[in-house]
C-alpha cells in the first residue's frame, strides 16, 4: 500500500496540485493573518501610546488647569531609588509659513522628552533650535535646515533653526493639531508656561510598581495621576477606542476565522477528488486491499501533500506579511518593515494547521468512499458529490444556525466589557456559518432560479443550460460558492464596523465640538485675548450664522484652579439647558451658574455662596442656576457680573457657526479673513479634526485590509479549484453537449454564466452574514458606537463576487470546450 500510495501520487499529479495549492493558499492566509495581526498590535504600541510602556512611571495633570509644579522634577529626583525625572512643558504657539501668514493647523510648542521619536535629523539642542512634527513640516512645506518663525502669545517673533522631524503618532494633541518641539527654555519662551503637563519618572533598579507607590507617596493626591508606563499605554490604547484586549481578542479571532476559511477551501477540494476517485479506490478493494487500507492511503496523500504545501503556504504568509507593508504604506499608513512581527507560534501552529486541515478533509470523503461495495462503485459512471441534501443534514444546519444566533445574541446582551461579548459574536456567527454551509444544497435551488432568471432571459440555451446545471448539482454547487461566501462575509463585516467607526467619529467630533469653528485665543487665560473687532466682523458676515463670544479668567475655589467666564450667545449657536434654577437671563450680577459636575466637586447647590480668589481679591458669588449643555462654560457669569467682579478683559474664545451646505475651504476662508489682523487665535474646524480624527484610523484600517485582501485571494483561488474540478468531472457531460450540437463559445459561455449565478449567490449569502454579525461585532466594541450600514460598498461587492465568478470559470471553461469530444466520451 505504501507503493500504491506513492503510485497515486504520481498518477494524480495535476488534480493534487489543485488541493496543495488549496492547502498552500489556506496555510498562507493563516500565516499571514498571524503575521499581520502581531505586525498590527506592534505598530499600535507605538500609533496609539507613543512608546509610553517604556516609561518606567508617569505623573500626569489631569487637566490643563492644574498643572504640575514647576519643583517636581528635582523633588522626585531625590526620591530613593529614582535615578532621572523629566518634565514636559506644553502650550500653544502659532507658526508663520513661507508666506508670513499663520499655518493652517496652529501646533503645539512642547519640551523635547524621552518619549520624543526624531524621524530625520535630531532633536533640538540649544534654544535656537526646533524640531517639527512630520505632518507640520510637510503641510508648512519646511524641511531640515530650514529657518521657520513663531510667534509667542504677545506676537513676539522668534526664529529656530529645523534640526530634525519628530513622529508625533500617539501624542493626542500633538498628533492632531501639529507640533514644534523645543528645549525647556525655548518651549517657556515661546509659551510663557513654567508649569509641566507630565512629569517622567525611571529608575534602573526598582521595579516600575514599586517606584509608582513610591512616587505617589510623594505627589499626594489632587490634580495628577501617577501610573506605571504599561499602565498609561494601556489606558492611551483604551481611551483611543483600540482596547489592547479586544485588540488581541479580535485578531485571535480573524485567525480562527481564516483556519475555518482554510479548512472549508481544503474540504471541497479534497471531496471532490475523492469523489472522482470512487472507482479506482473500488478497484483496490476487488484486488484485495481492505477498507482500512484504502482509508489510509488516501490519508497518507493526504498528508503528504499537507505537509509540503503546508511548508509553501508558511512561506508565503510570511512574505506576504512583509510584501503588504510597501503596499498599506502607499495608501498613507506609515509603517516600516522592522514593524513586521513573526513569531515563533506563527511558525507552528500555521502549517500545523495546515496538515491537520488537509489529513481531516481527506478523512470524511476517504471514509465515504470505501463504504461503497467494489462492484457498485466499478459500474459508477462518475464519482459526482451531487446528492441533494438529507434530512440529517437539513436538520443539523437549523440546529447550528439557532444555536449560533442564540450564542450570539447572548454576547449582545452580556454586559461583561467588550471582549467576551465580542468572543460570543464571532464564535456564534462561525457556528451559524457552519449551519449555512451544512444549508447550502437547499438552498442554491431557490436562489438559482432568482439569481438565474436575468442570464436565463438575456444568454438563451447557455443561460438555461446554467441555471439547470446549479439546479441540478445543489451540492456541487454549494461548494463551489462556499470560498466566495466567507470572502463576502469578511468584506462585508468589515465594511460595516469601519462604516460604523466613522460615523462615530462623526458623531464625537460634534460632541466635543458643537460649532463648525473655535477661535481660542492664544497664551494663558490671564493674557489671552481676542479682539472686539473679529467678533464683529464674523457676525456682519452673511455665511455666519451664529457667534458666541467668550471672555475667562483663571480664580482660585477651595484652593483649586478653576475659570469663570462669560458668554455672549447669537444666533445659531447652542443655549443651554437650566435643570435647576432661575433662568440665564435673570441671573443677576452677583449671581453664578455652574454645571452639575462642578456643583458636586465644589460641594454646592442652588442658594449657596462660592468663594473665588482672583489677584489676591475674593469674590463671593450666590448658586442662582446649575446648567448643562455645549457651548457653555463651566462657571458662568453675567456680562454685567463679569465686567463688575473681573474687568473688561477681551474675549479668549469665539464660537463660530457657518451657512449649511457652505463648503468647508470657503468656511475656513471666512474665519481666517477676519482673524487676519490677530495671527495668534487658534482656528479648530469640525470638519478639519474630523478628517484627522479618521486619518488616525487609516492605519488599522490598511492592515486590516491586508488581511482582507489574504481572504480575497483565498475566496478567488477557492472557486477556481472548484470550478476546474467541477469542469473535469463533468468531461463526459460537457462532450455530451456538443455531440448534441451546443457550440464551444456556447460551452464556454453557459460555464461562465454558471459561475456568475454562483457568484452572486455566494456573494448575497456573504452579505447577509457579514451585514449581522458586523454590526452585532460593532456593538459589542463600544456602547456609544454608531452603527451604519455602507450601502455602496456591499453593492460594489456583490458585483465585485459576481465578476470574480466569471474570472475564475474562465479558464476551466477554456479547457473544457478544447477537449476532443471523442475522447471525453470515453472517459480518457
Given at each position: 500500500m505504501v507503493r500504491t500510495t506513492l503510485a497515486g501520487l504520481r498518477a494524480h499529479t495535476a488534480r493534487l496540485v489543485l488541493a496543495a495549492l488549496a492547502t498552500v493558499i489556506g496555510v498562507a492566509f493563516v500565516a499571514g493573518t498571524l503575521v499581520l495581526g502581531d505586525t498590527l498590535k506592534a505598530h499600535t504600541e507605538r500609533t496609539v501610546t507613543a512608546n509610553a510602556a517604556k516609561v518606567d512611571v508617569a505623573v500626569l495633570a489631569t487637566s490643563g488647569l492644574r498643572k504640575l509644579p514647576a519643583t517636581l522634577p528635582a523633588e522626585l529626583s531625590r526620591l530613593n531609588g529614582v535615578d532621572r525625572a523629566q518634565g514636559v512643558l506644553q502650550g500653544t504657539t502659532t507658526l508663520l509659513g513661507r508666506d508670513g501668514r499663520p499655518t493652517r493647523a496652529e501646533p503645539v510648542a512642547a519640551s523635547v522628552s524621552v518619549r520624543t521619536e526624531i524621524s530625520r535629523g535630531r532633536?533640538?539642542?540649544?534654544d535656537g533650535e526646533a524640531a517639527l512634527a512630520e505632518a507640520t513640516a510637510r503641510d508648512a512645506g519646511f524641511a531640515v535646515g530650514d529657518t521657520v518663525t513663531v510667534l509667542d502669545p504677545r506676537g513676539e517673533r522668534h526664529r529656530l533653526r529645523v534640526t530634525g522631524?519628530?513622529?508625533?503618532?500617539?501624542?493626542?494633541?500633538?498628533?492632531l493639531r501639529g507640533a514644534v518641539l523645543l528645549t525647556p527654555a525655548a518651549t517657556t519662551a515661546v509659551t510663557g508656561e513654567t508649569e509641566f503637563t507630565e512629569v517622567y519618572v525611571g529608575s534602573d533598579a526598582v521595579p516600575a510598581e514599586r517606584l509608582r507607590t513610591r512616587v505617589a507617596a510623594a505627589v499626594g493626591t489632587g490634580g495628577q495621576d501617577v501610573l506605571t508606563g504599561r499602565q498609561w499605554a494601556d489606558e492611551k490604547a483604551a481611551g483611543s477606542g483600540i482596547d489592547p484586549g479586544v485588540l488581541t481578542t479580535g485578531l485571535l479571532l480573524f485567525a480562527a476565522v481564516a483556519?475555518?476559511?482554510?479548512?472549508?477551501?481544503?474540504h471541497t477540494t479534497f471531496s471532490i477528488l475523492v469523489a472522482q476517485r470512487t472507482r479506482e479506490l473500488a478497484l483496490l478493494r476487488c484486488v484485495g486491499a481492505s477498507r482500512w487500507q484504502v482509508f489510509g492511503s488516501v490519508l497518507g496523500e493526504a498528508a503528504a501533500v499537507g505537509t509540503l504545501a503546508s511548508a509553501l503556504g508558511l512561506a508565503a504568509g510570511i512574505a506576504a506579511g512583509y510584501g503588504a507593508v510597501p503596499i498599506v504604506a502607499a495608501?498613507?499608513?506609515?509603517?516600516?518593515?522592522?514593524t513586521v512581527a513573526v513569531r515563533p507560534a506563527?511558525?507552528?501552529?500555521?502549517?500545523?494547521a495546515g496538515v491537520v486541515a488537509t489529513v481531516a478533509a481527506a478523512a470524511l470523503p476517504a471514509r465515504a468512499a470505501t463504504r461503497?461495495?467494489?462492484?457498485?462503485?466499478l459500474n459508477t459512471v462518475?464519482?459526482?458529490?451531487?446528492?441533494r441534501a438529507g434530512a440529517v443534514r437539513v436538520i443539523g444546519g437549523v440546529l447550528l444556525c439557532a444555536a449560533g444566533l442564540a450564542v450570539a445574541l447572548y454576547g449582545g446582551l452580556v454586559q461583561t466589557g467588550p471582549r467576551t461579548p465580542l468572543i460570543l459574536v464571532v464564535c456564534g456567527g462561525m457556528v451559524v456559518f457552519l449551519g449555512v454551509v451544512a444549508l447550502g444544497p437547499l438552498l442554491i435551488g431557490p436562489l438559482a432560479r432568482f439569481v438565474g432568471a436575468v442570464p436565463a432571459l438575456l444568454f438563451g440555451a447557455p443561460g438555461r443550460l446554467a441555471v439547470a446545471n446549479a439546479r441540478r448539482h445543489p451540492k456541487r454547487a454549494a461548494a463551489t460558492t462556499v470560498a466566495l461566501t466567507v470572502g463576502v462575509t469578511l468584506m462585508t463585516g468589515f465594511s460595516v464596523v469601519t462604516a460604523s467607526f466613522t460615523a462615530s467619529v462623526g458623531t464625537g467630533v460634534e460632541r466635543a465640538i458643537p460649532v463648525d469653528y473655535m477661535i481660542s485665543a492664544a497664551g494663558s487665560a490671564e493674557t489671552a485675548a481676542i479682539p472686539p473687532s473679529v467678533v464683529a466682523?464674523?457676525?456682519?458676515?452673511?455665511d455666519v450664522t451664529g457667534v458666541a463670544a467668550q471672555r475667562e479668567t483663571l480664580v482660585r475655589i477651595d484652593g483649586k484652579r478653576a475659570s469663570i467666564g462669560t458668554i455672549s450667545l447669537d444666533g445659531a449657536v447652542g443655549r443651554p439647558t437650566v435643570e435647576k434654577g432661575a433662568p440665564i437671563e435673570a441671573l443677576g450680577p452677583d449671581q453664578i451658574a455652574i454645571r452639575p459636575d462642578r456643583a458636586r466637586q465644589f460641594g454646592v447647590d442652588v442658594g449657596d455662596t462660592l468663594t473665588a480668589r482672583v489677584g489676591g481679591r475674593t469674590v463671593a458669588l450666590e448658586v442662582g442656576a446649575l446648567v448643562t449643555g455645549d457651548p457653555f462654560p463651566p462657571f458662568y457669569v453675567t456680562a454685567a457680573g463679569y465686567d463688575a467682579h473681573f474687568g473688561g478683559r477681551g474675549y479668549s474664545a469665539v464660537l463660530v457657526d457657518v451657512a449649511p451646505g457652505l463648503a468647508p475651504e470657503r468656511a475656513r476662508a471666512v474665519v481666517e479673513d477676519a482673524t487676519a489682523s490677530h495671527p495668534t487665535a487658534d482656528i479648530l474646524g469640525a470638519h478639519d479634526a474630523k478628517e484627522q480624527l479618521v486619518s488616525t484610523l487609516s492605519d488599522f484600517v490598511a492592515i486590516v485590509a491586508g488581511l482582507l485582501g489574504l481572504a480575497v485571494v483565498v475566496s478567488l483561488i477557492g472557486i477556481a479549484n472548484t470550478m476546474s474540478l467541477s469542469v473535469v468531472e463533468r468531461t463526459r457531460e460537457s462532450a455530451m453537449l456538443r455531440a448534441l450540437g451546443l457550440g464551444t463559445r456556447q460551452l464556454r459561455g453557459m460555464l461562465v454564466i454558471e459561475a456568475l449565478i454562483l457568484g452572486v449567490i455566494g456573494a448575497l449569502v456573504g452579505v447577509v452574514l457579514g451585514v449581522g454579525f458586523g454590526l452585532g461585532a460593532a456593538a459589542t466594541v463600544r456602547d456609544d458606537l454608531v452603527l451604519a450600514l455602507p450601502v455602496g460598498q456591499i453593492a460594489l461587492i456583490v458585483a465585485g463576487s459576481g465578476l470574480a465568478g466569471m474570472a475564475a470559470a474562465v479558464a476551466p471553461a477554456r479547457r473544457a470546450a478544447r477537449a476532443p469530444i471523442a475522447a471525453s466520451l470515453a472517459g480518457e
Open positions: 532633536a533640538p539642542a540649544a522631524l519628530v513622529d508625533t503618532a500617539g501624542h493626542g494633541e500633538l498628533n483556519l475555518l476559511v482554510a479548512a472549508l477551501v481544503i495608501f498613507g499608513a506609515p509603517i516600516s518593515v522592522d506563527t511558525l507552528i501552529a500555521a502549517p500545523l461503497i461495495a467494489p462492484v457498485a462503485a462518475s464519482g459526482e458529490i451531487s446528492a466682523e464674523l457676525r456682519g458676515h452673511p
